[in-house]
């Protein structure tokens, strides 16, 4: 039985995560922001499964929510994030526009970081940290939203070297469009749907449980020698 942390894991692609690993048996911690979908999420998934309330991207919050985390963690997943340029005015001044980019850079690379060192000497032998970059990160049209992504991938390749001397891996997971989460905020029309899958070479939509599958396998010790990689589950939408 495994000890799992998924940041992001009352919803979406977290969710299906935490979901995932109840189903092997192992204890799971999902954490969020708002109380209301991690409550919804243990009810639905079951006794093997708590919630912690924290603002991943807040140092203050990540070091006060360290007493409720568990002790020792053989599964890190760092999947709180998303693109807060979705819903948002156009910036209308530099300040404005510095104002988004550390918005995005803290919801995808920060919450990352923050997590991942508060809990750095919880991680045990044999363990994987897993990060969430995006396809975003490899195609224009997303802004401070593909560099925090960017960003992701680089730091997961300096944490991988930091964590391999005790035998952990640290893997990203870029995917591409993904349905069923809150990432579009209520945003994605079916003609936006249709035109990302047309982009796909076995014309679906991504979903969280293809993510969930990715995310197994590499926390299983058949991929402990995959680390430092960044991993593309996009159905063909982009090649790596
Ligand atoms: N869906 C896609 O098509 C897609 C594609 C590529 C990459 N991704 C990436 O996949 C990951 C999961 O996204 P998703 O698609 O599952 O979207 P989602 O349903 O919106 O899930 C994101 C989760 O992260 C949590 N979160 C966001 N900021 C947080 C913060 N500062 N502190 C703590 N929790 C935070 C949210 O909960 P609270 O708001 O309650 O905190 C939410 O539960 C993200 O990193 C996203 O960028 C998604």
């Avoid at 994605?188 to 995310?215: C, E, H, K």
């Avoid at 991929?223 to 790596?240: P, Y």
């Amino acid at each position: 039985m495994r000890q799992v942390v998924v940041t992001g894991g009352g919803t979406g692609i977290g969710k299906a995560i935490a979901a995932a690993f109840a189903k092997c048996g192992d204890q799971v911690v999902i954490t969020g922001r708002r109380p209301e979908p991690l409550a919804q999420t243990v009810a639905e998934l079951g006794g093997s499964v708590r919630a912690v309330r924290f603002n991943a991207a807040d140092p203050k919050q990540v070091e006060q929510a360290l007493p409720e985390l568990p002790d020792v963690i053989n599964v890190l997943v760092n999947s709180a994030g998303g693109n807060t340029d979705i819903g948002a005015a156009n910036p209308a001044s530099l300040s404005e526009l510095a104002a988004a980019w550390r918005a995005n850079l803290d919801a995808n690379l920060l919450s990352a970081v923050l997590v991942t060192t508060a809990l750095r000497d919880r991680l045990v032998h044999g363990g994987a940290v897993i990060n969430f970059s995006s396809i975003a990160a490899h195609r224009p049209g997303a802004g401070s939203y593909s560099a925090a992504k960017a960003a992701v991938e680089a730091w997961n390749m300096t944490l991988a070297h930091d964590l391999g001397s005790d035998g952990i891996s640290a893997n990203v997971i870029a995917p591409g469009f993904i349905d069923d989460t809150e990432f579009f905020r209520g945003r994605m029309t079916d003609v936006r749907r249709a035109a990302l899958r047309a982009q796909t070479a076995n014309g679906r939509s991504g979903t969280p449980s293809d993510i969930a599958a990715t995310v197994l396998f590499l926390a299983s010790p058949g991929a402990s020698h995959i680390t430092a990689q960044t991993i593309h589950v996009n159905g063909g939408a982009w090649s790596s």
